[in-house]
């Protein structure tokens, strides 16, 4: 997660990966990270609102279907 937006993995390559609506409405964000996980370069230019999240009973954090 980054900002409030939620990124994935779209090859087995983990450095690149990219909005998670990416399919659903072309967003261009991305984020780019380093061996260790450490992001070096991030595109968070996106088209749409960041999902929105509720926190549950255990403290975790849960996406809200839209
Ligand atoms: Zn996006």
Not at 6 to 35: H, I, P
């Amino acid at each position: 997660m980054y900002r409030s937006y939620t990124f994935s993995k779209y090859s087995s390559d983990v450095r690149y990966q990219y909005c998670s609506r990416r399919a659903a409405l072309k967003c261009k964000a991305r984020l780019r990270l380093d061996r260790v996980g450490k992001i070096v370069f991030a595109d968070d230019t996106h088209n749409h609102p960041p999902p929105r999240f509720y926190r549950d009973r255990t403290g975790m954090f849960t996406k809200i279907a839209d």
